[in-house]
Nanobody
């Protein structure tokens, strides 16, 4: 129901754009989020966007990452610029509905080489 894509290998300082497309079967989405989990570390919230367009970011990515949704809200993007080796992780997207359900997409690997 959520399809994530766009990961890959990039050199430090480079950019990647992740996409997360939601199927029409998920109704009443109120927020969309990107998380990441590096080996041996806990999963952390990277960025989120609500249905009103409000956004929030982890301090570690502020000024470098941008979350945005397309006009229909079906697809959410995470533009990642000035990537650092510490951004290396598996990135996953989620969607939360007003009923409190949370849907997850599969992870996509982002690897930043120094």
């Amino acid at each position: 129901q959520l399809q994530a894509s766009g990961g890959g290998l990039v050199q430090a300082g480079g950019s990647l754009r992740l996409s997360c497309a939601a199927s029409g079967s998920i109704k009443s989405i109120v927020s969309r989020n990107w998380y990441r989990q590096a080996p041996g570390r806990q999963r952390e919230l990277v960025a989120g966007i609500t249905y009103t367009g409000s956004t929030n970011y982890a301090n570690s990515v502020k000024g470098r990452f941008t979350i945005a949704a397309d006009g229909t809200g079906t697809t959410v993007y995470l533009q990642m610029n000035s990537l650092k080796p510490e951004d290396t992780a598996v990135y996953s997207c989620s969607a939360a509905t007003y009923r409190g359900n949370v849907y997850w997409g599969q992870g996509t690997q982002v690897t930043v080489s120094s």
